[in-house]
């Protein structure tokens, strides 16, 4: 099992390292045309809100409510069932996501008040975000239908196609801001178009798979559905409990619409930097464990479901805390590098970097709080995670309001990530007095080895890294060059340093 879970974890990460390192390039390409300005912030608003509700409802709520009934279906009933099922939770979400996405089109002037209220005060800045979002909003529906067909592949272990689907998502608006934007009398339009032809290609993508499964969808509507219902009784709480960090970092947006232009994007960058580890390794964890735990609990096998839970916290912390370390030391060098050039300037730079190292502060909740919700929504408890859920966004908002006024835009990144930190420490510890996760043994030792080899990369990237002025002098091929030899140095140094302290590889094993 612990070689199938790795495996199946290194496909997924490799695959979403590709679509990350694409999703850069796009970034980029965003940069060096558009800059951190009021078209950018205005895109960025457009594209926030339907990918808000596709985390929130798509990747959120409704696969960590399904997935757990189609394993146990997969696991207990014949395939005429476990079609039977997806046919009418296919023709059941269809249905209330042509409904969301009509509201949604019709609604975005109210839309746009109520996730970026700043944007009032600056009639061409709101304008142009309402016509975006009007043409991004169908990119809910069509990437909403691929996650539930993603949540069906990565049940039967094809986890490499629902991995590999973003990518068209950047090859998209990276073709339209460099060959559709100069031919459009607003160029940044072209980013919106973007994002709603990626939605149909995407969702095109995975059909053939679910095809050659013979599991491919056909509506069908059935009023009280016992496993429709099922599910939905699940999503429901779901809803808030598994995406307060992004109802966290959609607060972030929010209050940074009424400061200065420039905040959303530098939050953005600086957010999309956060994310890189985060996609890779924390959902990478995440999507292989969910199956898996949910076919345990499914077996009563509570034996098994302790070892990968506690294999997954293992290597949260193993991978997670340098890479935080290497975020806050590097975050002026990886955002000079990757995006000082064009309209992305000097400030530009400055700014970003702030709200990444705020950002980079809170990684490991973050990557916690995606392993230890699948902990519970495994089991099909999605009451306990809302609890915590509802604690840490008041905290959240607390905090955001403290720390607007001394630290403005990096201030709102900070606090998500302390709001995170405390989501991810109240639900180990619910998992803990539910008596359903007992730490094997270990764990001291395990964690000790990590600080030490932590301290080493540490003092080496603090030494080497030199200060931001440094980097902005050099060329861009330069500070390349550079950022990739200090990464590479520090990656030797950390597992090279836990190797002296004794760390080996079954001490990471399922076995």
């Not at 098994?304 to 293992?314: C, V």
């Not at 902005?472 to 091929?477: A, D, H, P, S, V």
């Not at 200090?486 to 990471?508: D, K, T």
Request: contains cysteine; proline residues 4%.
């Amino acid at each position: 099992m612990s070689n199938k879970l790795f495996k199946s974890a290194a496909v997924i990460g490799g695959l979403t390292l590709v679509s990350r390192i694409l999703g850069f390039i796009r970034d980029i390409v965003i940069a060096n045309f558009f800059g951190a300005s009021t078209s950018t912030d205005a895109f960025f608003i457009a594209f926030k809100i339907p990918n808000f509700m596709r985390r929130l409802f798509a990747e959120g709520a409704f696969s960590q409510a399904f997935t757990p009934v189609l394993s146990e279906y997969k696991t207990k009933r014949d395939k005429t069932e476990v079609k039977y099922l997806i046919d009418h939770v296919f023709g059941s979400l269809g249905g209330i996501l042509i409904i969301v996405t009509v509201i949604g089109v019709i609604a975005a002037p109210l839309l746009v008040l109520i996730f970026a209220p700043g944007f009032a005060q600056d009639k061409e800045k709101y304008d142009l975000t309402v016509a975006m979002l009007q043409i991004t909003f169908p990119y809910l529906f069509f990437i909403a239908l691929t996650a539930f067909a993603g949540a069906i592949l990565n049940t039967y272990d094809k986890f490499a196609v629902p991995a590999l689907t973003p990518v068209f998502l950047n090859f998209t608006m990276i073709g339209a801001a460099v060959w559709f934007a100069p031919h459009l009398e607003v160029p940044v339009m072209a980013l919106a178009y973007a994002v709603f032809f990626a939605g149909i290609i995407q969702l095109a993508f995975q059909l053939p798979f679910l095809s050659r499964l013979h599991l491919l969808p056909r509506p069908r509507y059935k009023k009280k559905e016992e496993g429709v219902q099922r599910i939905y009784k699940l999503m429901i709480p779901a809803l808030f409990g598994v995406s307060v960090t992004q109802i966290n970092l959609l607060i972030d947006t929010l209050m940074a619409s009424f400061l200065v232009t420039g905040s959303i994007s530098w939050l953005y960058y600086s957010d999309r930097l956060m994310e890189f580890p985060l996609a890779i390794f924390g959902i990478a964890l995440a999507t292989v464990m969910l199956p898996d735990l949910s076919k345990s609990v499914a077996r009563g096998d509570n034996e098994s479901y302790n070892k990968t839970l506690d294999w997954a916290l293992r290597w949260v912390f193993l991978i997670a805390v340098p890479s935080m370390l290497g975020l806050v030391i590097l975050a002026g060098p990886i955002l000079a590098t990757l995006f000082y050039n064009g309209e992305f300037g000097h400030n530009d730079v400055m700014m970003s970097a702030r709200s990444l190292i705020a950002y980079a502060l809170g990684l490991v909740g973050f990557v916690l709080i995606k392993v230890l919700a699948s902990g519970f929504y495994s089991r099909q408890d999605t009451r306990t995670p809302v609890k915590f859920a509802v604690i840490a966004m008041v905290t959240n908002i607390v905090l955001n309001l403290a720390l607007i006024v001394p630290l403005a835009h990096a201030g709102l990144a900070l606090a998500t990530s302390l709001a995170a930190l405390l989501n991810a420490s109240l639900l180990y510890l619910g998992l803990h007095k539910q008596k359903v996760f007992q730490p094997r043994p270990g764990w001291f030792l395990f964690v000790l080895r990590i600080l030490l080899a932590s301290l080493c990369l540490t003092l080496l990237l603090k030494w080497g890294s030199g200060s931001l002025s440094d980097w902005l002098n050099i060329g861009t091929w330069e500070r390349a060059l550079q950022l990739t030899g200090w990464i590479v140095a520090g990656v030797l140094v950390y597992f090279a340093s836990l190797a002296i302290f004794g760390f080996r590889l079954h001490h990471i094993s399922l076995k």
